[in-house]
């Protein structure tokens, strides 16, 4: 499976971006995505999942500004940033499991795609 992030960019804090990362594979649908970020001398961490059933799971600190989606037609999936802040800031991974039911483990994920920068201004 090749994951193709894209999307990213320079905002304002307050303003929105939204990203999108595309998928190779024929069972997409079957698949659940996750988007994860790492920051400069951060470990890469938890930002939202989507199950294969459309069930959204999100990281406290985004809640209520950020949203995942999917369209399995179109092998990908979005995700809508809204009210972004400083802390925002970072590469933004998409990930596929080879299993419809969502995680927020790293390590739950089998295939990677190669991050889209994001940066908020203050």
């Known amino acids: 499976v090749q994951l193709q992030a894209s999307g990213g960019g320079l905002v304002q804090a307050g303003g929105s971006l939204r990203l999108s990362c595309a998928a190779s594979?024929?069972?997409?649908?079957?698949?659940?995505m996750g988007w994860f970020r790492q920051a400069p001398g951060k470990e890469r961490e938890f930002v939202a999942a989507?199950?294969?059933?459309?069930?959204?799971l999100y990281a406290d600190s985004v809640k209520g500004r950020f949203a995942i989606s999917r369209d399995n037609p179109k092998n990908t999936v979005y995700l809508q940033m809204n009210s972004l802040k400083p802390e925002d800031t970072a590469v933004y991974y998409c990930?596929?499991?080879?299993?419809?039911?969502?995680?927020?483990?790293?390590?739950?994920?089998?295939?990677w795609g190669q991050g889209t920068q994001v940066t908020v201004s203050s």
């Open positions: 594979a024929r069972t997409f649908s079957g698949k659940a």
């Open positions: 989507i199950s294969g059933s459309r069930i959204g």
């Open positions: 990930a596929a499991r080879s299993y419809s039911s969502y995680s927020s483990s790293r390590t739950a994920y089998d295939y």
